[in-house]
């Protein structure tokens, strides 16, 4: 038993290094070459965060290792070696409260601040921002936890007679109790009166992580439900809309024309921002047209993307040009897997989590029959199923952000992605990482039964006084599979179609 813990030790400490390597790996490859060799702060920030994200997802199947642990124990005391998971779960999500609201603002105000100030100046406005954040929040939880940072358990109160004490033991489906003429235990029929509600004060930090939770779950209903869907027919769609061979000189020639016309209008257009936000005139038309602006530049790099795409150039242009074409097919299969997998998330939350009871374990039966193969097997899929809901928050914010004039757009790119980007996807993955964990949880709950998440994640917050019906109705689990089929259906019918080339790009008045 205790071999066994001490290597579930082990393989925690071995996946820790190997995600805080990989973090730093799309850090460097991801970062603008703008912030090469500065903006160490940000940088900092972005990898902790991703490495507090990336765990907090390996936590839920080293939670269910934990747990398989301790119920392998042969003698008392045994689980008093296994990993005090409840207590890591309230630090990993207390640290990603504060990077969320404190500490990823605070390095977001003062890289976005005016690169003509100096660095106290910088600091200064950013300190502001986030003191200001750090009142109001404060304020906010602390009247909150005073007036409903309770939880309340519903408990009926069981009891039943004393009777002879047996010299045979037989029981059945017709005598499930002892005595010979007892059909039914008394304390089976406890009638309705029994039931009392039982209030306890939870823990700050649990309300904490409570409040969190609901903040993220709305938006992973909203994200995560258009990019459970968005994510995989993105990919196919963008298989059917390939360009299906290269194009003549001429042509190219007068595409790259018409771009270049393109980009010296955006270019006349960012400088007058940039005068208008420097005389501080940044009201909403300004917002608005730095997201118009936004909008065509990212439409503006995926159409020379393209261009460079039919037309590649250089000496090895018929291996860019076979590159290009297995690129597309493997967008096609990777799509496929992801629909496949998409289908089988929308399927499982209405069998095991809409419907009352559950037709089915479903995904829950899937993971024990992998563990049964080989240990760790139904582990891996249960983790590989969390991270996907993650790649289809960022897959639907990306989507909704560049057709919600609301929504910030903040894109990915390697070798382009400047820090106040990086940020902005870090905390959002952090933010959403608390409600997929919450929520994978409760979609596994059999798999992940008597697991600390599932304390903390179920019992606690699903009776957490104010806020418990939004999941005793499954308000969020509804909002996730409308919009997925939302979503779906638009895809199908306007997916396919080719972006049509907008005109002349004008600043509103």
Known sequence: MGDFNLALVIVAIVVCV??????????????????KNQAYFPKFVVVFGLFIATISIL???????????????????????????????????????????FIIPFAMFY????????????????????????????????????????????????????????????????????????RECSAYLANASSEKTWTMRVTFPEYVVALATIVGSVLFAIFGGVGIACLPLGLIFSFIRRPKAVITRSQYIKEATELGKKARELKKAADVLHQEERSGSKGRKWRKNVKA?????????????????????????????ALTVLGYLAKLVLGI???IVSVAWVAHIIIYLLVDPPLSPFLNEVFIKLDNIWGLLGTVAFAFFCFYLLLAVIAGAMMLGLRLVF????????????????????????????????????????????????????????????????????VFQIAFVVLAGLTFVYYAAFGWRRKKPSGRFQLSS
């Open 293 to 321: 602006v936004e909008k065509e530049l990212l439409q503006l790099e995926e159409d020379v993307k393209l261009l460079e795409e039919v037309y590649p150039q250089g000496e090895k242009a018929e291996t860019s040009w």
């Open 18 to 35: 190997i995600v805080f390597l990989f973090n730093i790996y799309l850090l460097v490859n991801y970062q603008h070459p703008d912030d």
């Open 337 to 339: 897997l992801g629909l």
């Open 111 to 182: 890289y976005e601040g005016d690169q003509d100030k100096s660095v106290a100046k910088r600091m200064k406005s950013a300190l502001l921002w986030v003191i200001t954040t750090a009142i109001v929040c404060g304020l906010v939880l602390g009247i909150l936890y005073g007036l409903v940072g309770k939880v309340d358990f519903t408990v009926r109160h069981l009891s039943s007679n004393t009777t002879t004490f047996p010299s045979t033991w037989e029981f059945s489906s017709n005598q499930p109790c002892i005595g010979s003429n007892a």
């Open 407 to 474: 929504i910030t757009i903040h894109p990915m790119k390697w070798g382009a992605t400047l820090m106040n980007s990086f940020l902005f996807n870090v905390g959002l993955i952090l933010l959403c990482s608390i409600s997929v964990i919450q929520f994978c949880a409760t979609a596994f709950g059999y798999y992940a039964q008597a697991t600390a998440a599932q304390e903390i994640f179920g019992h606690t917050l699903q009776s957490l006084r104010g806020i418990k019906y939004l999941y005793k109705y499954n």
């Open 59 to 101: 936590m839920l199947p080293a939670d269910v290792a934990n747990r398989q642990a301790c119920s392998r124990a042969i003698y008392n005391g045994a689980c008093n070696l296994t990993l005090p998971m409840k207590d890591l779960w309230i630090a990993v999500y207390i640290i990603d409260a504060v990077l969320v609201f």
